[in-house]
């Protein structure tokens, strides 16, 4: 009964992992949205290192990813995050928070 | 609107359009291990100029963009070498690889004398140029000549970073004080 009950109020949910491929140069999905508890993973497809790095406060940074390396980030805060490559400025993403 | 006619990006467009001439004339395609030559060739070229930017430049996103270019170029040509081992090929040095090597040369005189500002915009100017020469060389020589399906793959996958690094310093151009100047 009470597991019913966290369910229908939506605690039962089951956190989810989200993947964005960085390949030719870009974040895919560029845009993406998950809710808090869900795992972001980043996953470098390109020759050269790449990092996703939240602008502002957000305060999440994978570090340099070399090829084929993988980052991750646990979802703590609602709202729009901005985040983009450190090496490579014009490379920019949004991740959806609610 | 006229194109930009900087001292440089003539001088790279020339060596790059006279090596096309040159191999059209000659011959119609480089080998693949030439091909791996010239990519080898352009990405060292790279490296060194951002080593050396980096000894003389104090502009902090000047000097991320060196790294950056060393960092990248330094992972393609790794990858370079790594396919050339796998495929058995030594890159075979050709007309193209030198007139790179002579156009750097010059660039690198023409950046020697400068510091500061002047230093900065003017390696900046090189390097929209340089990455513009590139990729054009990229897109008209490289992979068309080439018949290796992986080292095909390679330019493929190499072209996106070489016109994100294009972009980039474009933007910090625009950030040291207006597009890159014409040529007087």
Redesign the interface.
Known sequence: MIVWLFLLLGFGRVPQTHTVEIRGMEFHPAALTAAVGDTVVWINRDIVPHTATAKGSAGWDTGSLVASQSGRYVVRHNGVLHYACTFHPTMHGTLTVR | MPRPTHPLLVAVSLAIASSLHAQNAASPDLSDPEVAHVAVTANSIDIDMAKFAQTRTTNGAVKQFAA?MI??HT??NE?AAALAKKLGVTPADNAVSQSLEDGAKQARAALEPLHGKAFDRAYIDREVAYHQAVLDAIDKLLIPTTENADLRQ?LT??R??V??HL??AK?LRIELGGTPRASK
């Open positions: 950056t960092t990248d992972a393609v990858q390679l996958a190499v996106p970073a016109a994100t972009e980039h933007h």
